[in-house]
């Protein structure tokens, strides 16, 4: 695989998508087309005669890689010598897909058996041979697919045109089964994401200070539990979301609880308990645990823990308590 960093700008690309709770507030038509939606990068794949190669939102590019090069071998059998593609770059092990932290993993180890576990899944097509492609998108990826038929790393990724909304959460339970992180709906230009959300009960701990606190706003927060002997367990960084009154209420009632701090968090009293809707958890690492000994926190260990993959800020919860049982590890099942 060769990889260098580029500034090219596809970050336009993406579409805005809503998310929905569930299945069932698909509003279906005649054009709705569910896709599985991979945890991996978003990306733009460049196909043409002077080159193939994708690139992230991180104007990181790369090229000359298994899934790639049988892409390449694909549409120029089937006649393309232009496309601009979307795509999800991201790996697979034994017919199941992998989080992201271990895609990125594989592509950083410049291990070719790795490398050779990284799928490209196909979910739009931009443009085919210098024309813009304005079909609808079902036939857009109908036509992919019938390009790369066959293809193991190279792939369109599982989709379903449902005819009713039973049909629609058959697949999505499929996909959650097989291990995709959820799906992504199309109702013409509407867009919408469903995956699996989860809540756990967590204590603040402390105010990030990357992003910066600005205009007097807290933009992330750093949340905890409690383990049997009563020691805080850091748990997950969560953003405050786009709710500038939020942001600023969130400033005025932490900011006197500050206890002390370091070069990356104000830590505050561990007073204020909220509850935090999740999608997924990374795999165990170590976490640190603290304890409070006269003012200021102070490390006491480490423990395998989990941290919590699209943490959002859901609610305050004045009914819980700064207590092992209104905070308990338990919480989380990975």
């Keep these: 695989m060769i990889e260098k960093q580029v500034s090219i700008e596809v970050e336009g690309y993406k579409p805005d998508m809503t998310a929905l709770s569930s299945v069932k507030e698909l509003n279906l038509t005649d054009d709705t087309v569910v896709m599985a939606k991979a945890d991996g990068e978003f990306t733009f794949l460049s196909f043409s005669r002077e080159g193939n190669f994708t690139v992230n939102r991180y104007g990181h590019l790369r090229m000359d890689f298994p899934a790639l090069n049988e892409l390449s071998l694909a549409l120029n059998r089937a006649g393309v010598y232009e496309a601009g593609i979307l795509c999800e770059l991201y790996a697979m092990e034994e017919g199941r897909p992998l989080k992201l932290p271990e895609f990125i993993h594989y592509v950083k180890s410049k291990n070719p058996d790795l490398i050779g576990k990284v799928h490209i899944g196909v979910w739009d097509l931009i443009t085919v041979n210098g024309n813009e492609v304005n079909e609808s998108y079902a036939w857009k990826i ?60 967590a204590v603040i701990i402390g105010i990030n200070k990357k992003p910066m606190l600005k205009e007097q706003q807290v933009t992330s927060i750093k949340l905890a539990l409690m383990d049997e002997d009563g020691l805080f367990v850091e748990l ?41 809707r999740y999608t997924d958890t990374f795999k165990a690492q170590k976490r640190k645990l603290k304890y409070i000994i006269g003012i200021g926190y102070r490390e006491s260990g480490v423990i395998p823990f989990f941290s919590l993959r699209h943490p959002r800020l859901e609610s305050f919860r004045e009914d819980k308590k700064v207590t092992v049982k209104d905070l308990r590890l338990k919480q989380i099942v990975a």
């Design 142 to 201: 109908s036509e992919v697919e019938r390009w790369l038929e066959g293809h193991r790393l190279a792939h369109v990724l599982p989709y379903v045109v449902p005819k009713s909304l039973i049909e629609a959460e058959q697949f999505y339970s499929k996909v959650l089964e097989i291990g995709y992180e959820g799906v992504v709906a199309r109702n013409g230009d509407n867009i919408y994401k469903v995956k699996p959300q989860q809540d756990v009960d």
């Design 236 to 276: 997950s960084d969560c953003a405050s979301g786009i709710d500038h009154q939020l942001r600023r209420v969130l400033f005025e009632y932490l900011m006197p609880l500050r206890d002390n701090e370091d070069k990356t968090t104000i830590y505050v009293q561990p007073l204020v308990v909220c509850q935090v």
